[in-house]
């Protein structure tokens, strides 16, 4: 394991406004700022499913402002955050499946990149300091399907709407930083992650939520792309990235604009590969393979995070087996809160700190 010193945030009675914080990966950070002892404002859609992640752990009553609101409307955006009013920014709403931004192209456009300047706008209002951590994805490059690993400084691209309109924001942001950040005391930064799975997920068209409710179904598991290569990583890694990142940008001038945020090279395999280690840890779980031909998804996708290591010092710490051995138990438990909160204790005593104090 790397001995690298990653930057860590002073969350204690910090003012944090999360976006997106009734999805998997937003309800997670809440919960992490929240143990970190920071004041944490969400603003989102309503939670899409009854077992949402955000529902379980109890989110709405412990959060310092719990706001619904469609980040395409840049009014009702704009007075939410001046509510929050934060001294940073996780932006993670967007819509995020690739499936269905073959069915809602233009709902995915404008989630994914006016929502996204009219979060900066909203916080550009604020008339002082403020860090926002953009999240966009790691489909945001241009797919050539080749083996290489690609950076930060690649082309962008997007041939699906999903991943072309995250490109297209990655674009947005870049201008909106250079003509308004600086002047205004906006600092932006883009985070792209790899593949994130863990217990929680419940979102529709994602295999491992998918494999699980067809599992506790007796139901056998049907990938639609079994030899397509993933950077699968358990949700803990990339949002220590994230908060990282948001540590290194706050109250300056950072020294990364965009970082990669992925596995080791063992978290980059097939899905087949994927679903068969979870298949491995319980005899009565079955999987096959769909005839059934998928829209245009990539074949190989994988990140350099050459960048994360020697700039931010930040490495992921969970090998391929404790990804899926941690991911399995989030799913197998009758008490999600109490796995959520053991993970993330023990995460902490595996990477170097995430919060300052």
């Known amino acids: 394991m790397e001995n690298l010193v990653t930057p860590a945030l002073d969350a204690r009675g910090t003012r944090i406004l999360v976006t997106g914080h009734t999805g998997f990966k937003g309800a997670w950070l809440c919960e992490w700022l929240l143990k970190a002892g920071a004041e944490v404002s969400g603003i989102a859609l309503e939670p899409e499913y009854p077992d949402a992640m955000f529902n379980v752990l109890g989110l709405s009553q412990r959060l310092a402002s719990h706001a619904i609101c469609d980040i395409r409307d840049g009014d009702a955006l704009a007075a939410a955050v001046k509510r929050a009013d934060p001294?940073?920014?996780?932006?993670?709403?967007?819509?995020?499946?690739?499936?269905r931004s073959y069915r809602e192209p233009l709902l995915t456009w404008q989630t994914n990149v006016d929502g996204t300047?009219?979060?900066?706008?909203?916080?550009?209002?604020?008339?002082?300091?403020?860090?926002v951590v953009a999240v966009t994805t790691d489909?945001?490059?241009?797919?050539?399907?080749?083996?290489?690993?690609?950076?930060e400084d690649d082309a962008l691209g997007g041939r699906d709407p999903y991943s072309a309109s995250k490109a297209a924001c990655e674009l947005a942001v870049s201008s909106w930083r250079a003509s308004f950040g600086k002047p205004d005391g906006v600092t932006v930064v883009t985070a792209?992650?790899?593949?994130?799975?863990?217990?929680?997920?419940v979102c529709e068209d994602r295999i491992v939520p998918d494999c699980f409710r067809a599992w506790s179904k007796g139901e056998t598991v049907l990938m639609r792309n079994p030899r397509a290569t993933r950077p699968w990583q358990h949700v803990l890694e990339p949002l220590s990235g994230y908060i990282a990142l948001a540590a290194q940008a706050h109250g300056g001038t950072p020294a990364i604009l965009e970082c990669n945020f992925g596995p080791n090279d063992e978290g980059s395999c097939t899905v087949e590969t994927l679903v068969k280690a979870f298949a491995a840890l319980n005899p009565?779980?079955?999987?096959?393979?769909?005839?059934?031909?998928?829209?245009?998804?990539?074949?190989?996708?994988a990140l350099c995070i050459d960048r994360a290591r020697h700039k931010l010092g930040w490495a992921?710490?969970?090998?391929?087996?404790?990804?899926?051995?941690?991911?399995?138990?989030?799913?197998s438990t009758t008490d999600l809160p109490s796995v959520v909160r053991q993970q993330i204790a023990e995460f902490e005593t595996k990477a170097s700190p995430a919060f300052a104090g």
């Open 117 to 131: 300047l009219n979060l900066l706008e909203g916080a550009r209002a604020l008339g002082r300091p403020v860090t």
């Open 87 to 99: 001294q940073i920014i996780f932006h993670m709403a967007a819509q995020a499946l690739v499936r």
């Open 316 to 331: 992921p710490r969970l090998a391929f087996q404790e990804t899926v051995a941690w991911t399995d138990a989030g799913y």
């Open 192 to 201: 792209r992650a790899g593949n994130v799975i863990g217990g929680g997920d």
């Open 284 to 301: 009565a779980r079955r999987w096959d393979v769909t005839a059934a031909p998928p829209e245009h998804e990539a074949r190989a996708l």
């Open 139 to 151: 489909k945001v490059y241009r797919n050539n399907e080749w083996e290489y690993a690609y950076r």
